[in-house]
Structures are given as structure tokens and as C-alpha cells.
């Protein structure tokens, strides 16, 4: 079965919204682990606007299943992650004015600073996956650098406005998919995933992971975390 990676950023950016304590996003991440995720993702942003320093340390020691940080390339982060230890780390692009991250990363162009970066957590034997676009230059370009784990950006395929634009995304998804297995990477995808959406992109062959925040995070509010988390398994589960 495709395995889900819960994103838990929104728990902290709801309390934020109130510099407070609660929610409490190490909390979110039981409630995810018992309700049958496969791995809690987290977002340290350089701005701290969701999740914080403290948040990070504490996930390290909570989360039993994997603990993915999410993370840019920028020198503090960096340090911070390899001090940290996660069980893996996924590089994104990152901009202080967007609302999300609305991009993949550019890694030819970004080469060297990523060859640098996946010295750091080679050494520490971490689990390196970059963020890109379905895109055959981004993919050979992470074949170039021996990039093991991409995630796709599923955001194009998730906002179409026609189902012809969304049938053209979804082809790029499985067709990159596809490229990126043969080279021998595993392929996890996500941004935008909801409950309509993720069941075509949970049938992808090859596909190993999906990361959903938004979504899972928007229909808590209304019924619960362990049953958001159960239904978007569900739906995972019964479209393989
Ligand atoms: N994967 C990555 C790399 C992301 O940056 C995000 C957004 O933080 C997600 C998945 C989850 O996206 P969404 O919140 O739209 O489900």
C-alpha cells in the first residue's frame, strides 16, 4: 500500500495564531501515529511562522513511525536538522512571502549548494529526498547528484482548473514517476493532496508516499484528527 506522511504544520499554525501552547502539534502527531500514518512531516520554516525550534526537538523524541523535516537549503536550517537527526529530510525551495511552498526546487541550479548539503546528512546517515517538479531535467539533474528519494509536486495536478489540465498533470506525475524508478529512486509525492484528489495519484505505479497537511488538517476541524487520518488511509488503501 501507498504509505501517508501526515503534515502537522497547520496544528502549529493555528496556535500561533495565539503564541500559546495549544494545539499542541507533538500531540497531532500521536493522534496521526495511532490512526495508522507512516510518517509525521514537519516544515521548519526559516520564519517560524507554523512550527518552531522547540516543536522539532520534541517531534525527534515523540514520533515512533519516521520523522520527516521538511527544510530549505539556508546555512541555520541546515545546522539545525544535522544537529537534529530526523529520520529524513526533505530539501524544498523556500520564499518568505509565499503562503506555502509554491514551487520545486531548481537543483541544477542549485548543484553545488545541494552537494554540500548532502554531505552533511550522508555523513549522518539521514534520508535526503528534494522536492521537485515532474519534470525529466529535474529528475536527471537528481540522478546527477545520486539523489535516492524525490518528492513530486502534485500542486499543478491539484489546482487544474479544466479535467483536461488535470489529465495532462496527472500524466506528467505517472510518466515522472516512472523515469525516476527506473534510475532507481523511490518516488513520494504531495502539495495540494485532498480527499478527492489523492486517490488517482495513490495509484500511480511505483508511487511510495504521499505527504498531506492541508487537507487531513481542514477536515479534523470538523471531525476529528484520528478520523481525518483514518479516512485519507481509507481512501489510500482502497484505491491501490
Ligand atoms: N510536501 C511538501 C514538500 C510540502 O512543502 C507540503 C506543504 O508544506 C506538503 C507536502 C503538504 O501540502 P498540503 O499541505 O497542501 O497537503
Given at each position: 500500500?501507498?504509505?501517508?506522511?501526515?503534515n502537522?504544520d497547520?496544528?502549529?499554525?493555528?496556535?500561533?495564531?495565539?503564541?500559546?501552547?495549544?494545539?499542541?502539534?507533538?500531540?497531532?502527531?500521536?493522534?496521526?501515529?495511532?490512526?495508522?500514518?507512516?510518517?509525521?512531516v514537519a516544515h521548519l520554516r526559516e520564519d517560524r511562522r507554523h512550527i518552531q525550534d522547540?516543536d522539532v526537538w520534541?517531534l525527534r523524541?515523540?514520533?515512533?513511525?519516521?520523522f520527516n523535516l521538511e527544510m530549505s537549503l539556508q546555512p541555520e536550517i541546515v545546522a539545525i536538522a544535522a544537529r537534529l537527526d530526523p529520520d529524513q529530510v526533505t530539501i524544498v525551495p523556500e520564499r518568505?512571502?509565499?503562503?506555502?511552498t509554491?514551487?520545486?526546487l531548481?537543483?541544477?541550479?542549485n548543484?553545488?549548494r545541494l552537494?554540500r548539503t548532502l554531505?552533511v546528512f550522508?555523513?549522518k546517515?539521514i534520508t535526503v529526498s528534494l522536492f521537485?517538479?515532474?519534470?525529466?531535467?529535474?529528475?536527471?539533474?537528481?540522478?546527477?547528484?545520486?539523489?535516492?528519494m524525490?518528492e513530486?509536486?502534485?500542486?499543478?495536478?491539484?489546482?487544474?482548473?479544466?479535467?483536461?489540465?488535470?489529465?495532462?498533470?496527472?500524466?506528467?506525475?505517472?510518466?515522472?514517476?516512472?523515469?525516476?524508478?527506473?534510475?532507481?529512486?523511490?518516488?513520494?509525492?504531495?502539495?495540494?493532496?485532498?480527499?478527492?484528489?489523492?486517490?488517482?495519484?495513490?495509484?500511480?505505479?511505483?508511487?511510495?508516499?504521499?505527504n498531506?497537511?492541508?487537507?487531513?488538517?481542514?477536515?479534523?476541524?470538523?471531525?476529528?484528527?484520528?478520523?481525518?487520518?483514518?479516512?485519507?488511509?481509507?481512501?489510500?488503501?482502497?484505491?491501490?
Amino acid at each position: 500500500m501507498v504509505k501517508l506522511g501526515v503534515n502537522i504544520d497547520h496544528i502549529a499554525t493555528v496556535r500561533q495564531a495565539r503564541r500559546g501552547v495549544e494545539p499542541d502539534p507533538i500531540a497531532a502527531a500521536r493522534i496521526c501515529e495511532r490512526s495508522g500514518c507512516h510518517s509525521i512531516v514537519a516544515h521548519l520554516r526559516e520564519d517560524r511562522r507554523h512550527i518552531q525550534d522547540g516543536d522539532v526537538w520534541k517531534l525527534r523524541k515523540a514520533v515512533k513511525t519516521r520523522f520527516n523535516l521538511e527544510m530549505s537549503l539556508q546555512p541555520e536550517i541546515v545546522a539545525i536538522a544535522a544537529r537534529l537527526d530526523p529520520d529524513q529530510v526533505t530539501i524544498v525551495p523556500e520564499r518568505r512571502q509565499e503562503i506555502t511552498t509554491e514551487g520545486g526546487l531548481d537543483v541544477a541550479a542549485n548543484a553545488r549548494r545541494l552537494q554540500r548539503t548532502l554531505k552533511v546528512f550522508h555523513r549522518k546517515r539521514i534520508t535526503v529526498s528534494l522536492f521537485i517538479a515532474p519534470q525529466s531535467r529535474q529528475i536527471l539533474a537528481c540522478r546527477d547528484l545520486g539523489i535516492s528519494m524525490i518528492e513530486l509536486h502534485t500542486g499543478r495536478y491539484a489546482e487544474a482548473k479544466t479535467a483536461a489540465a488535470r489529465k495532462n498533470e496527472f500524466a506528467k506525475l505517472a510518466a515522472m514517476t516512472q523515469l525516476a524508478q527506473r534510475l532507481g529512486m523511490t518516488v513520494n509525492a504531495g502539495h495540494g493532496l485532498n480527499y478527492e484528489n489523492t486517490p488517482a495519484v495513490a495509484r500511480i505505479p511505483g508511487m511510495e508516499e504521499l505527504n498531506i497537511g492541508h487537507a487531513i488538517i481542514a477536515r479534523a476541524v470538523f471531525i476529528g484528527l484520528g478520523r481525518a487520518v483514518k479516512e485519507m488511509l481509507q481512501l489510500i488503501h482502497n484505491a491501490a
